[in-house]
């Protein structure tokens, strides 16, 4: 059982060779109520095209807390 008690936005990248995509759904799921977003051929830096979408996520989850 997670100890993390806090609104968690968890990002996974299709293609991350560092943190693979199921380690992401593996850390969401340990975590009650994260919000797993994974975008296919991302890798593991965060494209300035996708920084809207991922803000807006962010926005999402903080109007939660």
Not at 17 to 34: E, M
Request: hydrophobic share 45%.
């Amino acid at each position: 059982m997670s100890t993390v008690r806090v609104p968690t936005l968890v990002i996974a990248g299709g293609d991350d060779p560092l943190v693979r995509v199921a380690a992401g759904r593996d850390i969401a799921r340990q975590i009650p109520g994260a919000v797993l977003r994974t975008y296919p051929g991302m890798g593991h830096a965060l494209p300035e095209e996708l920084w809207p979408e991922i803000v807006g996520h962010v926005r999402d989850l903080a109007a939660r807390a």
